[in-house]
């Protein structure tokens, strides 16, 4: 018999496993992409970024209008993420757990950010929001600014990073079913203490994992907020302010490098959050 199973395993081994230099070849090329197209570019950005020695690049960093671009793009994804973890529990809750009217027309709605292209995404703000908009006239007469103002960054920082909680979540909440939920319900357990020691202790690395994508979107996106912002100094997010550097009146490149590194290390530091919640994931499934 156990002869047998070495054959068996032998077999499904050799039926399964490539040549050695098919697998060569095919972690060469991958190899080759990853530093051409991810590498490189970020020495290359380093080294642009200190041409101009340590001190250039520190007090790019330090400038006034780098400062502002960096608080509001946090304050955009502070305002962001937090409604989107709402929304995300809200909407993936009730669509694992519960059947009702619509269920399908949700789905698609949280969707909607994926498929339409962010400069359309602005515009349809512009169009609900700008001077000559559906609403233009009444916030101009109660003096609300919207477009071109901090309330327009946020609302399309908002607009294109909602799904990211939700889409992560109601696959997680579908796989696990309702039986824990039902087996606390009838031990007498409300709905919050369902929540909070059932349903979120089982959700909480995919809740994670959700909210670190939609912050590395936040801070990154660029097409809405340059549309809805109309790139003014007070309304410039970093994506925004690096644009100005590199190709606005001061034609900064050093300057533009050095905040582009910034904004790439935070996305190293999402990066490597997430790899990190992959393996925990991971580990908790063995």
Known sequence: MSNDNQTINATAEHATTEPRWVRYLLIGIALTFVLLFLLLPLVFMLFEAFSN???C??????????????ALTLLAAGIAVPINIVFGLAASWSIAKFEFPG?????TLIDLPFAISPVVAGLLFLLLFGLNGWFGDF???????IIFAVPGVIIATLFVTFPFV????IPVMQSQGTEEELAARVLGASGWQIFWRVTLPNIKWGLLYG??????RAMGEFGAVAVVSGKFRNTRTLPLH?????EGEGNDLPAAFAVASLLAMLA???LVAKTLIEMKTAKEKE
């Open 103 to 107: 269920k399908s027309v949700l789905i």
């Open 53 to 55: 020695g340590v001190a």
């Open 211 to 216: 909210v670190i994508l939609c912050n590395a």
């Open 166 to 169: 939700a889409r992560e979540l």
């Open 268 to 270: 190293i530091v999402t």
């Open 57 to 70: 690049y520190f007090k790019s960093l330090r400038d006034e209008d780098t400062q502002h671009a960096l």
């Open 242 to 246: 690096i644009e100005n550097l590199y």
């Open 139 to 145: 916030l101009d007469r109660h003096g609300i600014e």
